[in-house]
């Protein structure tokens, strides 16, 4: 079934329906992930968006429920150049289109995904719009219109989870990936899930050792997220240990009076350089994120573009990767090590 994408400038390229069929529009944005398309499908970081994949080919080992990042696709809509139907890996339980179609995302197959990737690096991020009919102007308009909203509230906890261990971190969840909170149990952690407006005076309730701020989507400066700025601002003056991921690392800096900017087309993919201050260090990481923190005193930073990718605050800090997701496999893992170590450090006064 032939299908359409019409970008918000008025550029469409045809292909096929890949998926549910239907409609999908939002921020249209790639990732160059070689692998890992499970994982990205499923991160919640790409609420409101439609991802670009830039390897041409996705799904060859078909769909694996226990690499999901979380339980639900984070995405409005999927972009691929050859889409795999016949899978083979011996985990796999079936096939790319057909899991697309259960969950009910309208996906794009057969485009020139190389020429869509380098439109959006030269007129920067933009919105489209995915339709089964050939686009009108109507169309166009709604690409234009679109904007994401209230994005941490759709993808956060309803309420409170725990696990068993030594010691307790309430970990804030603004869209968090599974393997947060994975990597926290592996290191004795009794991790508590808690939804994203949870106030200040409820978390040093439950008398955490330290606080971990997940990833998530959006805007970090949108008006809805000053509550939990506050929050945030709160919880550093307690003195808790703090330890911030992606959205995290920016609505930290916020709560710290650094600003944030959104960048021209984001860091997307398991290959971004990070270069750790002060040292002759450069890690591999995993990133998906379209904003960046302004600030000179950066503890780590992007070699291609010089970009802020962590602050340090002392008893508290935070990077802009996900040393979580085994971007080098498993560079920037240390820093959970990091954070334990500031927690049992803070814990011994």
């Given amino acids: 079934m032939s299908a359409y994408l019409v970008l918000e400038d008025g550029t469409v390229f045809e292909g096929q329906m890949l998926g549910a069929t239907g409609e999908a529009t939002g921020e249209l944005v790639f990732t160059t992930g070689m692998a890992g398309y499970l994982e990205t499908l499923t991160d919640p970081s790409y609420y409101g968006q439609i991802i670009v994949q830039t390897f041409p080919l996705i799904g060859n080992y078909g769909v694996i429920p226990d690499d999901f990042e979380s339980a639900s696709i984070g995405a409005r809509g999927y972009i691929v150049k050859h889409p795999c139907e016949t899978p083979s890996n011996f985990r796999s339980e079936g096939v790319l ?108 309730r439950m008398n955490p050792v330290g606080v971990m701020l997940s990833n998530g989507p959006g805007d970090p400066a949108a008006p809805e997220n000053e509550g939990i700025v506050g929050v945030i601002r709160m919880l550093m003056n307690s003195g808790i240990p703090i330890f911030g991921i992606c959205l995290g690392h920016q609505l930290m800096a916020l ?95």
């Fill in 97 to 204: 289109h057909a899991f697309l179609k259960e969950r009910g995302i309208v996906g794009l197959s057969g485009i020139d995904t190389r020429a869509l990737t380098k439109r959006i690096r030269e007129r920067g991020v933009m919105n489209g719009r995915i339709t089964g009919a050939p686009p009108t102007q109507t169309d166009i308009d709604a690409a234009r219109a679109y904007k994401i909203q209230n994005s941490v509230a759709a993808v956060s906890s309803r309420q409170t989870q725990r696990t068993d261990g030594a010691r307790r971190v309430v970990l804030m969840d603004f869209g968090a990936k599974r393997g947060i909170a994975e990597a926290l149990a592996a290191r004795g952690c009794a991790v508590w899930t808690v939804p994203f407006d949870v106030s200040a005076e409820e978390i040093l």
């Fill in 255 to 349: 709560a710290n009076g650094y600003p944030t900017r959104k960048l021209k087309f984001g860091h997307r993919g398991a290959n971004q350089p990070v270069k750790e201050a002060g040292t002759d260090s450069v890690y591999i990481t995993s990133q998906n994120h379209g904003y960046e923190v302004v600030a000179e005193n950066s503890s780590f930073v992007n070699v291609n573009d010089g970009s802020c990718e962590g602050l340090d605050y002392g008893r508290s800090f935070s990077v802009q990767f996900h040393p979580e997701a085994k971007g080098g496999p498993l560079d920037t893992a240390f820093l959970f090590d990091r954070f334990i170590e500031r927690m049992d450090e803070h814990a011994a006064g």
